[in-house]
């Protein structure tokens, strides 16, 4: 699976930044495509994920009610709407993807990367 996202960049809190992820090379007809997050010196952590199947999404405890995961399945584009960014936000944001769902996206493990787009919370 290819995967190139886009869209970081630096925003003051409260802001806003849109990612999105542009997916190709699907082997499995179930998977889940999501986001995971590596701040400096921090492990990577899983952001958000949405399985293809019946659409079902999570999000980690510390993003809920801010960000939203969103998909094409028929285009394979997805997107992260990131609202009211916080510092600690701050990080590189990989699109991943996971075949089966999305337990391994959860814990911040994958099948296939994205290259990473920075985003950067000036408080």
């Known amino acids: 699976v290819q995967l190139q996202a886009s869209g970081g960049g630096l925003v003051q809190a409260g802001g806003s930044l849109r990612l999105s992820c542009a997916a190709s090379?699907?082997?499995?007809?179930?998977?889940?495509i999501g986001w995971v997050r590596q701040a400096p010196g921090k492990e990577r952590e899983g952001v958000a994920c949405q399985s293809s199947g019946d659409g079902w999404t999570w999000y980690a405890d510390s993003v809920k009610g801010r960000f939203t995961i969103s998909g094409d399945v028929a285009k394979n584009m997805f997107a992260l709407q990131m609202n009211s960014l916080k510092p600690e936000d701050t990080a590189v944001y990989y699109c991943?993807?996971?075949?089966?769902?999305?337990?391994?996206?959860?814990?911040?493990?994958?099948?296939?990367w994205g290259q990473g787009t920075l985003v950067t919370v000036s408080s």
């Open positions: 090379g699907f082997t499995s007809a179930y998977y889940g």
């Open positions: 991943a993807t996971e075949i089966g769902g999305c337990a391994d996206l959860n814990r911040g493990a994958a099948d296939s």
